[in-house]
């Protein structure tokens, strides 16, 4: 059973930094396609980074390219999100998501959301 428990998330000031992590029971987390995907009060989910199965590619919203920074430990079985530059814009509950497949780039989004597992959220809060 694919278990995914994020943590890391908390309040930060803008242009602060946080690490978020994700970590995986149940699979072998190197072997999965892994997303971040977030989503703030009254807006659509936003899918926000990941990482490819196969070949560790990886893709980036537009909103966050350059600040955010996704990565995983195989021999931790854990992903993480390390975030710099946080701006209140940043500010939801970020959600991490496994797939089984061997998309890439924004292909792996689209797998994720149609057929991943999903996390129960960490929520972000950047304000001063």
């Known amino acids: 059973q694919v278990q995914l428990v994020e943590s890391g998330g908390g309040l930060v000031q803008p242009g602060g930094s946080l690490r978020l992590s994700c970590a995986g029971s149940g699979f072998t987390l190197g072997y999965y396609a892994i997303g971040w995907f977030r989503q703030a009060p009254g807006k659509d989910r936003e899918g926000v980074s990941s990482?490819?199965?196969?070949?560790?590619?990886?893709y980036y919203a537009d909103s966050v390219k350059g600040r955010f920074t996704i990565s995983r430990d195989n021999a931790k079985n854990t992903a993480y999100l390390q975030m710099n530059n946080l701006k209140p814009e940043d500010t939801a509950v970020y959600y991490c998501?496994?797939?089984?497949?061997?998309?890439?780039?924004?292909?792996?989004?689209?797998?994720?959301?149609?057929?991943?597992?999903w996390g129960q959220g960490t929520q972000v809060t950047v304000s001063s």
């Open positions: 990482i490819a199965s196969h070949d560790d590619s990886t």
């Open positions: 998501v496994s797939a089984d497949t061997t998309s890439r780039a924004m292909a792996v989004m689209s797998d994720l959301l149609r057929f991943g597992s």
